[in-house]
């Protein structure tokens, strides 16, 4: 069982006892909170493994439908290995802009270089994974 350290401390940001940090978010559906998984740096999505300007969004798992900021970080805690969304479910809302929080399809975001609602820019050299995330 994991325990927070310190929920309230930094704006909804909770650490844990196993090493783990979890960032929570405003839901973009009601009674939907989003919360992202992993080792979260800041209220942005950047984690301890991709914390560039660009590095602001955060992706939601085939596997478990929860976001993480990155393949590192659910590898790390999610406690399952990843699978990747399949390509007739390119429709799902499944990327996380960590500037605006509006989450975007998955076709939405393989076509974009950044955020349709805020233009906030995204990492070019996350298409170097893309096959962690997606199937191709």
């Known amino acids: 069982m994991t325990v927070p350290l ?8 909770a650490a844990f006892s196993d090493g783990r940090i979890e960032q929570a ?4 559906e009601p009674g939907r909170a989003l919360r ?3 080792a979260v740096v800041d ?12 590095d602001v969004v955060a992706i939601r798992f085939a596997c478990c439908r929860e976001y993480y900021p990155c393949h590192a970080c659910h590898e ?3 406690g399952h290995a990843a699978t ?7 429709d799902e809302r499944a990327i996380l802009c960590g500037v605006c929080r509006h989450e975007l399809t998955i076709s939405e975001y393989r076509a974009a270089d950044e955020c349709p ?3 906030a820019g995204f990492n070019p050299g996350c298409r170097l994974h893309a096959h ?3 199937e191709l």
Do not use: M, N
Not at 47 to 52: K, L, P, T, V
């Open 76 to 78: 790390q805690f999610a």
């Open 117 to 119: 609602a805020c233009g």
């Open 25 to 28: 978010g405003e839901p973009t």
């Open 6 to 13: 310190d929920a309230q401390a930094s704006g909804g940001t």
């Open 43 to 54: 209220a942005q999505t950047r984690c301890i493994h991709y914390a560039s300007a660009l």
């Open 36 to 38: 992202v998984h992993g």
């Open 132 to 134: 962690l995330y997606f």
């Open 84 to 90: 990747v969304w399949p390509q007739d479910r390119r």
